[in-house]
């Protein structure tokens, strides 16, 4: 009769635990209502949303998030060319807030300011986009071996 009404307390115990946890939102389910929301030119509820994410991520333990931090870069830049400034600044924000050290995001960051004739912030750009390709473990990793590749295709084709 212990053991059951142990097992029964512990199972309780468990299954408690993981229904607080199942009221969570996930940081995946809540990145496509920040988009969403940006797309719908509510750059209030986009930033709030935002800021959602990257509290989630915090109780799970992320610090960053290179994928959503590109794809609200890649947002800003495509809402700058369609005139949305409430959506392209939100872009910009989130992309700084959600991975501040991007390359990705800093090349981007310089294709806006070279498309906006201002070469003096692509250039500071750019030099950034390198650095944090050195600071990065993954982006180093990731270039050394696509400037690796790089080099064995062109003395392939030069022995030819």
């Known amino acids: 009769m212990k053991l059951r009404l142990f097992l029964l307390l512990a199972a309780s115990a468990c299954l408690g635990s993981m ?10 389910d809540i990145w496509p209502q920040a988009t969403a929301a940006a797309d719908s030119g509510n750059a209030d509820a986009a930033a709030k949303k935002t800021s959602q ?35 392209a600044e939100w872009g910009a924000k989130a992309a700084d807030a959600l991975d501040p050290v991007s ?6 960051r310089a294709d806006d300011a070279a498309d906006s004739k201002n070469f003096a912030s692509a250039l500071t750009n750019i030099f950034r986009g390198f650095a944090n390709i050195l600071r990065n473990y993954r982006s180093r990793l990731l270039s050394r071996s696509d400037f690796l590749i ?11």
């Open 103 to 108: 390359p990705a995001v800093a090349f981007m």
């Open 19 to 28: 229904a607080a946890r199942a009221e969570e939102l996930a940081p995946r």
């Open 53 to 87: 994410l990257t509290e989630a991520g915090k109780s799970l333990g992320i610090r960053t998030y290179p994928v959503y931090a590109i794809s609200a870069s890649a947002l800003s830049r495509q809402a700058a060319k369609q005139g949305n400034k409430s959506a």
């Open 150 to 160: 790089t080099i064995l295709l062109a003395i392939a084709l030069t022995a030819n």
